[in-house]
RNA sequence: GUCCCCAUCGUCUAGAGGCCCAGGACACCGGGUUUUCAUCCCGGCAACGGGGGUUCGAAACCCCCUGGGGACGCCA
């Protein structure tokens, strides 16, 4: 009997995902109740989107949560490496080989080509995909173009008839047409592969027999299938989750959800309250205990039990499960030590301390000028916005057009950040003094306060975009259509000062 | 638009044909304990989306409808 192993396959391009914990969870459950390892992979093949930073992150968030792994980046093992971007000449060879064998082609079509034919293929009522353009390519042909060095991507060949039945552990087989896969990407004019390659190749590298990932590659599967016939390899399990979900049963987004591990570590709850959580979506215990710890998940584990509905993650149970944590499952000695830990972090500290040492008097100022980098939200109400210059509708506006704009900073910096702000500040014709105000009452709950750039600086992107959030629902909330309609004078704005640069 | 998946209280779920006029938990509402509040305890509210079958019997099995979600990238 082969061990069972199972993989988590973070993208390092954001902020660790809470869904990121969720699918590890139960990869991790399923390999130690088999015996089995539990391994993390980097997939970066994105040069843009991928960032050395956030795979940092994704780590040290999957080990607060105490899902360690066998083999990985930082630790190694057998099968390595386990990075995606230092395994470029494996997926070379391997394209290769799928080229030889005639199970892949060139494809010297541009993007511009490929978006004309999707169109005319929506609008036409078709399944849109690859139309097939390089497929026969002659080859005196082929050599020319590829000696005069033309940008090319090396694309998989799928059957245009018949059905791939995919089976998986948790639903009925399911049957999709040949007709309905495209002739899929394997490799990218840079070079890199993509994520149905690498992810193939890589799997059966490492071994893997197991593929728990989430129900959104459900219609990928027979891509991957096909590569491992093509390859004569055998295809692991598979096993497709269901996605978590926002409130209103979209997929879970942070534009509608804190989705960042950090912000529920910043939050002060507990890895364990967390973890089992997580282990409440789609799942239970079989006796219906509701707080129970990984070992516990891991003792009575069986995923036939995962129930398919997508649960909707609400944040209220988890508060109450963190309360009996907290209040029932560690000493005394035990909150001391970890609330000190969480709250006099020394990083933290040592940014917030310039900050607020010019303006105390004595140490009990303290608790007053930085209470709010520890707090979850500060209590505002809609007075709170009360200004001479803004009206509530204002600071509605500025609060989001500033949320907006803060997802677009590449790197979190208070300079960067500055930067940012002031653009939109002068964009939108208001002082920053003024502009700045309702952003103060929203992160600090008081325009008396550090310097607010900074401030959000240090409690991080997630954070700041949750006070945003909670405070643009005191002042009322936006509407869909609000919200629309802010959207567009968003893109306006930007639009003209495009403009005005291009008139430059 | 095409294809795929899913469907029990507001939310997380139990339920693999009779134990279910559906059980637990969160939230909410009452009551008790507490100098207050919280905790804690007790009680209440609240669901099998609709329609057809199959069966002596259906929340469970089948079909249709409806609803929700996902996928359709040189992103993963």
């Known amino acids: 009997m082969t061990t069972v192993r199972t993989r988590i396959a973070p993208s390092p391009t954001g902020d660790p995902h809470v869904g990121t914990a969720y699918i590890a969870l139960f990869n991790y459950c399923f390999a130690r109740q088999h015996g089995g390892q ?17 795979e940092d992150d994704i780590l040290s968030a999957l080990k607060w949560l105490h899902l360690d792994w066998d ?51 929506m609008a036409d009522k078709q399944q849109p995909g690859y139309d097939g353009h390089c497929l026969h390519l002659p080859a005196d042909q082929l050599r020319e173009k590829l000696a005069a060095n033309i940008p090319h ?9 018949g059905k791939c039945v995919v089976h998986d552990m948790l639903r009925e087989p399911v049957e999709i047409d040949w007709a309905q896969v495209d002739m899929q990407v394997l490799m990218k004019s840079d070079g890199l592969p993509t994520y149905h390659l690498a992810n193939v190749v890589d799997d059966h590298l490492m071994q893997i027999t197991h593929v728990i990932r989430g129900e959104e590659w459900i219609n990928s599967a027979p891509k991957h299938l096909l590569l491992y016939q093509y390859f004569g390899w055998r295809a692991p399990v598979l ?51 509701e707080m129970f710890s990984v070992q516990d998940m891991i003792d009575n584990f069986d995923i036939k039990r995962v129930s398919l509905g997508g649960p909707v993650f609400d944040t209220e149970k988890l508060d109450w499960l963190n309360g009996r944590y907290l209040r029932e499952s560690i000493s005394d000695v035990e909150f001391i030590q970890r609330f000190t830990e969480w709250a006099f972090d020394r990083e933290k500290l040592h940014a917030i301390v310039p900050l607020i040492k010019p303006r105390v ?12 980098f520890l707090s979850g939200v500060p209590a505002i109400t809609a007075e709170s916005f009360n200004h001479k210059q803004l009206s509530p509708e204002d600071s509605l506006r500025i609060l989001q057009f500033t949320a907006w704009k803060l997802e677009s900073i590449e790197a979190w910096h208070r300079d960067r950040i500055e930067q940012a702000l002031a653009a939109l500040a002068g964009l939108l014709d208001i002082r920053i003094r003024d502009f700045l105000f309702p952003v103060f009452i929203a992160i600090a709950g008081t325009a008396v306060s550090t310097s607010v750039i900074d401030s959000m ?43 005005a640069d291009d008139g430059q």
């Not at 630790?75 to 391997?94: D, F, L, V």
């Not at 989705?259 to 967390?274: D, R, W």
């Open 239 to 289: 096993c497709h989750m269901p996605l978590l979900r926002n409130a209103d049963r979209s997929k879970l987004s942070k534009r509608k959800n804190p989705t960042s591990i950090g912000y529920y570590q910043k939050m002060g709850y507990l890895p364990e309250a967390v973890i089992n959580y997580l282990g409440m979506m789609g799942w239970s215990m079989p006796d219906g205990t």
């Open 361 to 372: 008097e004595r140490f009990s100022d303290v608790v007053n000028l930085a209470g709010f």
């Open 457 to 499: 600086a240090i409690v991080g992107l997630d954070m700041t975009r949750a006070r945003l959030r909670h405070a643009m629902v005191v002042l009322g909330g936006v509407s869909g259509k609000q919200s629309k309609k802010l959207e567009k004078e968003y893109q306006q704005l930007f639009a003209l000062s495009q403009e």
């Open 71 to 121: 083999e990985g980046p930082d630790k190694g093992g057998p099968h390595g490496p386990y990075r995606q971007s230092e395994r470029s000449a494996i997926y070379q060879t391997h394209v290769s080989k799928l080229l030889e064998e005639g199970n892949a082609f060139h494809c010297f079509c541009t993007a511009e080509r490929l978006d004309e034919v999707r169109k005319q293929q």
């Open 38 to 54: 539990f391994i993390l992979r980097i997939e970066d093949t994105d040069q843009v989107r991928s960032n050395r930073k956030s």
């Open 153 to 161: 991507v090396i694309r998989m060949k799928v059957p245009r008839e």
